[in-house]
């Protein structure tokens, strides 16, 4: 199927929650739900709040529904109403979404095709562990995109739609965040990655 399909399939199911359609905004809810819960856990980290946002991020969804033009897939809109959900919530509490740091002569373009696979690279269940402890001591940004990328399998096209950062950017946190990952895998567990 390609894009203009796509788009046109997630026009149609947008139109049958916004004429009120029986189950469709649950349908809408559901097929949706854990991308949205994925994203904002991984920036928040508290449960509870968590949980309140992704609530009021399908509030929202239902408010803002008619603003959907179809222009990018509708698992990227919800997604961005979710991210901006989770950064309003970090940057109240006064929570630096990422790490800046000029100058540490990112190649983007390489960054994602450097043939790194997280998942297959550690697979040993208590290296993969240590993996995941690592990934929670990122910052909620570099977190949120390293995940969506390698662990929800997500294309960058998509990660750009839901945080609203250029592909290069997108590209730059991911060469970022797996370099800290190496580094903090093997300051802490000994671990080579």
């Given at each position: 199927?390609?894009?203009?399909?796509?788009?046109s399939?997630?026009?149609?199911?947008?139109?049958?929650?916004?004429?009120?359609?029986?189950?469709?905004?649950?349908?809408?809810?559901?097929?949706?739900?854990?991308?949205?819960?994925?994203?904002?856990?991984?920036?928040?980290?508290?449960?509870?709040?968590?949980?309140?946002?992704?609530q009021?991020?399908?509030?929202?969804?239902?408010?803002?529904?008619?603003?959907?033009?179809?222009?990018?897939?509708?698992?990227?809109?919800?997604?961005?109403?979710?991210?901006s959900?989770?950064?309003?919530?970090?940057?109240?509490?006064?929570?630096?979404?990422?790490?800046?740091?000029?100058g540490?002569?990112?190649?983007?373009?390489?960054?994602?095709g450097?043939?790194?696979?997280?998942?297959?690279?550690?697979?040993?269940?208590?290296?993969?562990?240590?993996?995941?402890?690592?990934?929670?001591?990122?910052?909620?940004?570099?977190?949120t995109?390293?995940?969506?990328?390698?662990?929800?399998?997500?294309?960058i096209?998509?990660?750009?739609?839901?945080?609203?950062?250029?592909?290069?950017?997108?590209?730059?946190?991911?060469f970022?965040?797996?370099?800290?990952?190496?580094?903090?895998?093997?300051?802490?567990?000994?671990?080579?990655?």
């Amino acid at each position: 199927m390609d894009d203009a399909a796509d788009f046109s399939t997630d026009l149609a199911y947008a139109r049958d929650a916004l004429e009120g359609r029986a189950g469709a905004f649950e349908r809408l809810v559901r097929d949706h739900q854990g991308l949205c819960w994925h994203i904002i856990e991984r920036m928040v980290r508290h449960p509870e709040d968590a949980r309140e946002l992704c609530q009021e991020t399908f509030l929202r969804v239902h408010r803002c529904l008619h603003q959907y033009r179809g222009e990018s897939p509708l698992k990227a809109w919800i997604g961005q109403v979710a991210y901006s959900m989770a950064k309003r919530h970090l940057e109240k509490r006064r929570i630096p979404i990422a790490e800046t740091s000029e100058g540490d002569g990112l190649d983007a373009a390489a960054a994602v095709g450097d043939g790194l696979d997280l998942q297959a690279d550690l697979a040993d269940a208590q290296i993969n562990a240590r993996l995941h402890a690592a990934i929670e001591c990122l910052p909620p940004l570099q977190r949120t995109i390293l995940t969506l990328y390698h662990l929800d399998e997500q294309p960058i096209g998509v990660i750009a739609g839901i945080t609203g950062l250029a592909e290069g950017t997108i590209k730059s946190h991911l060469f970022r965040s797996r370099k800290q990952l190496r580094g903090l895998l093997e300051d802490r567990f000994g671990v080579a990655a």
